[in-house]
């Protein structure tokens, strides 16, 4: 597993040889990364309240280089700055890419203790500890997944195809190369509302305009799909003038990967055709939801916060074991805690009972799945909490994914720690347990909203 060191230094080159020999005199194979940034565009940067969209370029950009055969990583920090912007620069880039920083300056107590190395002597006692596990922070994160969803390049539907904010994200999509938008709606209307937004779409973007005779075509397929309620071919008809379920059909017979809705529409409203038509995954009983936490240092996933309300223990075990899989499909570590107010028998209660019985469904059904509750929030995040009320779990003081036991906690509990946690970004929600991906949009998204949901669908997707 790699190790992130970033460098601070008024002699940069001279306290880079430093760590490097240091890396070396301790077996281990070291690299180094020089940034790509300009000091004084990424200093106005931070001077305007952007440090987080340039921890990102600079994540996405370290992304782009394969470190995989080395042990060690040495990048060189902030130059061109002043003072003062250069510890912002440095902290925040520590903070990004999960580093260490090795530092010479008489101001290194600036920096955070915890990740501070100021002499080759404390450097070899760093490396001759076993490599900590690698943080994903929110600017890996986002930019990885941009990365996956560019990879695999799927094409994604959006059935409110004129909708402002949605044009702009199909233009950003394309620009970014993250996925093959097709837009549902029509064509003079959809460029009407680009020129509006001073937005330039291609002349070849897909555009797939709703008529009664394209409708035709997948209304045989509709009406076997739900003739067990009664649905006649006029009725068919009817559902698919809505895009929506236009576009689920589409999706449904392999014409698009994905589909993302909900910037005019209500989640039934997107959620009623995906569970009429594509219909849950095999195995899976009930479709939940996740959203991805992205603090500054760290991403973890909270679920179900948008779709259950008051689930069965069965089905908050269905849901942690989906949230399991979610965690390993989108690279990051899974730790499953099972929230409630009591840790493990310190309460008593039907929702304590409750929790302590999904708990042991999973457990039953994964015995290879490291999930443990019930547990309070703090036990589950805290170590030190941890270990006092469930010593010896594997997940209690490190939890990396958590369930709430009910729909309001869970939603609470996602909007408590958006609107409080500084730097936070709640990416979401992701619908899970689908056959074929489909995602809901709040329909107050942003337009960075629209286009980080569509990566997440096409990873989904791949």
Known sequence: MNRVYLVVSEHMEATLKEL???????????????????????????????????????????????????DAIAVTGAQGMS???????????????????????????LFCPKRLLKCPKCLAKDLAEPAAERKTSQAMFRAGLLLKASKVKKRIVLPEGSEPRTVQAAKLV???????????????????????????????????????????????????????KGMTEDQARAALADNVMLGTMMLKLGEVDGLVSGAIHSTADTLRPALQVIKCAPG?????????????????????????LNPTAEELAGIAMQCDDTAKAFGLPSRVAMLSYSTMNSGKGPDADLVREATKIVKEARP???????????????????????PGSTVAGKATVFVFPSLSAGNIGYKAVQRSAQGTIAIGPMLQGLAKPV??????????????????????AG
Do not use: W
């Open 368 to 390: 290879e799945m490291l999930v443990d509750g019930p547990l309070q929030y703090d036990a589950a995040t805290t170590p030190s909490v941890g270990s006092l009320k469930a």
């Open 439 to 460: 995602n809901d949009l709040s329909r107050g998204a942003l337009v960075e909203d629209i286009v980080y949901t569509i990566a997440l669908t096409a990873v989904q």
């Open 20 to 70: 490097e020999d240091g890396i070396a005199a301790a077996g281990l194979t070291c690299a180094t990364y020089e940034l790509n940034v300009n000091g004084a565009a990424a200093a106005a940067q931070i001077k305007s309240g952007n440090t987080a969209v340039l921890m990102e370029t600079i994540a996405a950009d370290f992304l782009m280089h394969d470190f995989s055969a080395v």
């Open 83 to 109: 003072a003062v912007v250069a510890q912002k620069f440095n902290e925040a880039l520590a903070t990004a890419l999960d580093a260490k920083i090795y530092c010479d300056s008489d101001d290194a107590d």
């Open 174 to 228: 394309i620009d970014r190369k993250i996925a093959v938008p097709v837009l549902i709606g029509k064509k003079d209307e959809i460029f009407a509302v680009a020129k509006e937004q001073g937005v330039a779409l291609p002349a070849d973007i897909e555009i797939i305009e709703p008529s009664a005779e394209l409708a035709e075509k997948y209304v045989p397929t509709l009406v076997e799909l739900r003739k067990s």
């Open 284 to 308: 899976v009983k009930s479709v939940s939801s996740v959203f991805f936490m992205c603090m500054p240092g760290q991403t973890y996933i909270y679920g179900d916060c948008a779709i259950n």
